[in-house]
């Protein structure tokens, strides 16, 4: 059984920091293209950034490029998203999703499963 697991998420103020962890376990983890999405009340689940299953490239959406990191450790089965410079806007369930490919990681659709989420509010 595949499980994500998603931790880190918590309430910060504007400015501040998090670093989002995501376990997965139950699947070959090299063998999956790694990404993260966010949801806000109201709006579509929405693609914050992804990183291959060679870890080689990463991927940014517009909103968060030049103050978010992605990285993966492959001993840890984990993904790391590093998230700097907060901001309210950014506020949001947070899903980490698994993709057997590094083709269309943008989309939704690509991902073959989904972590349950974890909430970042960032207060102004």
């Known amino acids: 059984q595949v499980q994500l697991v998603e931790s880190g998420g918590g309430l910060v103020q504007a400015g501040a920091s998090l670093r989002l962890s995501c376990v997965a376990s139950?699947?070959?983890?090299?063998?999956?293209?790694m990404g993260w999405f966010r949801q806000a009340p109201g709006k579509d689940r929405e693609f914050v950034g992804a990183?291959?299953?060679?870890?080689?490239?990463?991927l940014y959406a517009d909103s968060v490029k030049g103050r978010s990191t992605i990285s993966r450790d492959s001993a840890r089965n984990t993904v790391y998203l590093q998230m700097n410079w907060l901001k309210p806007e950014d506020t949001a369930v947070y899903y980490c999703?698994?993709?057997?490919?590094?083709?269309?990681?943008?989309?939704?659709?690509?991902?073959?499963?989904w972590g349950q989420g974890t909430q970042v509010t960032v207060s102004s």
């Open positions: 139950g699947l070959t983890f090299s063998a999956y293209s």
């Open positions: 990183i291959t299953l060679s870890g080689v490239t990463t």
């Open positions: 999703a698994a993709a057997g490919g590094y083709v269309n990681l943008r989309r939704t659709s690509t991902y073959n499963y």
